[in-house]
């Protein structure tokens, strides 16, 4: 959903009078953007808009993400992080992820944070010790919209849980290893289970690293033409369609007609048609379940 600009000067979660909650809603509102993950979500969001507009005060508003990722190989995300895309969101100010290495959370002297599970089954199981007392000493800094573990048996990660999770604003990933974390760690501190799919990794590094570029790219300003987020494969339940650059013949292989006719209104029905076609041939499945 595309709204127009209607250059209201805006807030700052910084303003005690902006709860966290709403304002991290309105992110998206700065670059005239709002991704909806559901039409039930709609109204409430269009409400929460027409607030803004029939407020007489401005209020100034500069909405930061947070991302802070648990990890017992903290190397194998640091690349990841501080390069492309997700390296200049932070260089730009617009989003900030922080490491912590588990080990500098736990009490043994060999910095151990794992153990053999109870019932003599196999593998090595995260205590609960480290992972409680990181998890503390962040709550202990600032209230978090979701506390993530990312684990195969979780929810499926994909589109719309991008678009959702991309309007909170401090979010804890804790990745998985060995055979698992201690359930109660899951039973009591995690808000959200994720899994990128019917697969095992080796740990949830690779997951949270998906889940971070997914939902980076979609904070408003990170990538330059805003509008391109919109016309992603998977918002509204469509692939994208087909995209070409010049020359316009290479080696005789031709771009379709229609692009080049400068038609706009035309061109933007063969976009529809094309997508629509490319996903009832490619993923049938996503128009089943289109609300
Ligand atoms: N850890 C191991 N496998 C995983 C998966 N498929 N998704 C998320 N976390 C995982």
């Not at 490491?99 to 500098?104: A, Q, S, Y």
Request: glycine fraction near 6%.
């Amino acid at each position: 959903m595309l709204l127009p600009h209607h250059g209201f000067t805006i807030l700052s979660t910084e303003n005690p009078k902006v709860p966290i909650e709403n304002s991290s809603k309105y992110r998206n509102l700065l670059t005239n953007i709002y991704l909806l993950p559901n039409k039930a979500s709609a109204f409430f969001h269009i409400s929460q808009i027409m607030r803004i507009f029939v407020n007489p005060i401005p209020i100034l508003f500069y909405v930061r993400m947070r991302i802070d990722i648990i990890s017992v190989v903290p190397e194998m995300l640091d690349g990841f992080i501080n390069t492309s895309i997700v390296g200049r969101a932070q260089k730009k100010g617009l989003v900030e992820i922080h490491i912590h290495n588990l080990r500098d959370y736990s009490k043994d002297k060999h910095r151990r944070v794992d153990d053999y599970p109870f019932g003599g089954f196999a593998g090595m199981v995260m205590q609960c010790q480290p992972i409680d007392d990181c998890i503390a000493a962040l709550t202990a800094e600032r209230d978090y919209d979701e506390i993530i573990f990312t684990s195969p048996d979780g929810e499926k990660f994909d589109q719309p849980m991008a678009n959702t999770l991309s309007l909170k604003k401090n979010i804890i990933i804790l990745c998985g290893h060995y055979k698992g974390i201690d359930y109660r760690i899951r039973e009591h501190l995690i808000t959200k289970e994720v899994s990128i799919g019917d697969y095992v990794l080796t740990g949830g590094e690779l997951a949270a690293a998906v889940m971070c570029d997914a939902l980076v790219r979609l904070v408003p300003g990170v990538i330059s033409d805003e509008q391109s987020a919109l016309s992603d494969s998977f918002q509204d339940n469509l692939l994208a369609a087909p995209v070409y650059t010049r020359p316009a013949n290479y080696k005789g292989w031709t771009v379709p007609d229609i692009l080049l006719s400068g038609h706009e209104a035309k061109i933007k029905e063969w976009e529809i048609t094309q997508a629509l076609e490319r996903t009832k041939r490619l993923r049938p499945d996503l128009l089943e379940t289109k609300e």
